[in-house]
Structure formats: structure tokens, C-alpha cells
């Protein structure tokens, strides 16, 4: 398990928390023989013994984010290190656009839909069901607040996971190698390895320094 996958696995458990803390409640109807539909959310352990808990809604949400999980797991999944050569890096950005393009085009081509019963009566606009967008369906209306409410919590995943391995990426970044710099070299007259430092016996010539020799002299 890399970094990226440990933030996606806790993104996830705040997802699932969040989702059993405060999971759809249908109403509770007045009219005898009536199908009880979608109220709201509520925090669980307020509206526990007084509503029941919409459990078809809070199945698709739970699924929702677990294929997410499992999606972005696989996708997270580092091919094993090869010895002597270089780590293959993700391109986590490019990655959370495509999740993000994946989830809204979801979203969009299956949203929720508002009951039948608004269309001929004049009552409060409540939710029925999800439904593909170009089928027999496609005469109702959206029901607003819950096609509203997925947009945002996929967009605030999609920016917290984006801060989230940014931030890890650039605190394990690798230090970088050091530069071996090159000592200045200093000129001294007459010293160097480069200088004869005896009599040259291919010279048969006479000597032609006829001073003190300074390679032997200590420096100030």
C-alpha cells in the first residue's frame, strides 16, 4: 500500500461515516395505504426511533463510493520497482479529472428523478428513483436538491484528494543529488603538478635558472 492509496482508503472511511451518520429517512405519511417516500437526511441517532431509514437510497451511496474505492485502489496500484532503474511516477491530476469526468457523466446520465404524483397534483416536489436521463422517464423533472448535494460531495472529494497527494507528494519528494563542485584552482608561480620538477636529461644544455628556486620557499 503506497501513500496515495492510504489517502484514498481514509478519504473513503470519512465518506462511509458520513454517509451512516446522517443517511436518508422516508416520511412519515399521514394518508392510509400511501408509499412512504424520501424526507431528507438526518443525523442517525435523532431521527433513529421516530423514521425509518431509506435503506435502497443508502445502498446505491454506499456502493457508489465503495466502486470508487475500488477504482481508484486499482488505478493507485505502483507496478513493482525494477532494480536499477527509476520509479515510475503517477500522474495523480490527470487521474482525479478522469474520476471526476467519470462521476459526474453518472451523475448526469442517470439522475434522480421527482415522483410521478407532481406532476398531477400540487404537492411538494419529492424523490422517486434514479432513472436513465434519455428514457421513458425523461418527461419528469429533476429532483433538485439531491442531484445538487452529489455534485458537491464529489467535487469536495475531488479537491480534498487533490490537496491531499499534492501535499504528500511534496513532502516525500526525493532530496536532490549534490553537486560535486570543482575546487578553484589557485596559480602559483613555479609550483604545479604540471611543472618540471627536476633536471629534463633529454636537455643537455646548461641550467637555466640562476636564482633561488621557489618552489622550495614557504609562502606568506
Known sequence: ????????????????????????????????????QFESFYFV????GSKKIFTELLTLEVFFVLINTLAGWL???KPPAVPGQPETPINVNLGLALFGLA??????????????????????PGFDSFYFVLGDKMHRKFFAPLLYLECVLVI????????????????HRAPAPAVAT???????????????QHPDPNY??????????????QRT
Not at 45 to 48: L, P, T, V
Open 45 to 48: 441517532f435523532s431521527a433513529m
Open 182 to 196: 570543482e575546487e578553484p584552482h589557485h596559480l602559483h608561480l613555479g609550483t604545479g603538478s604540471d611543472r618540471r
Open 204 to 217: 643537455p644544455g646548461p641550467e637555466r635558472r640562476h636564482h633561488q628556486d621557489r618552489r622550495h620557499t
Open 75 to 77: 488505478a493507485l496500484n
Open 1 to 36: 500500500m503506497n501513500r496515495y492509496q492510504k489517502i484514498l482508503a481514509l478519504i473513503a472511511a470519512g465518506n462511509l461515516a458520513l454517509l451512516l451518520l446522517f443517511p436518508p429517512f422516508l416520511e412519515n405519511s399521514l394518508r392510509l395505504r400511501a408509499v412512504a
Open 103 to 124: 462521476n459526474f457523466a453518472v451523475i448526469f446520465l442517470f439522475p434522480p428523478f421527482e415522483h410521478y404524483s407532481s406532476l398531477i397534483l400540487p404537492t411538494l
Open 156 to 171: 469536495a472529494n475531488l479537491l480534498t484528494l487533490w490537496l491531499l497527494f499534492n501535499l504528500g507528494a511534496s513532502g
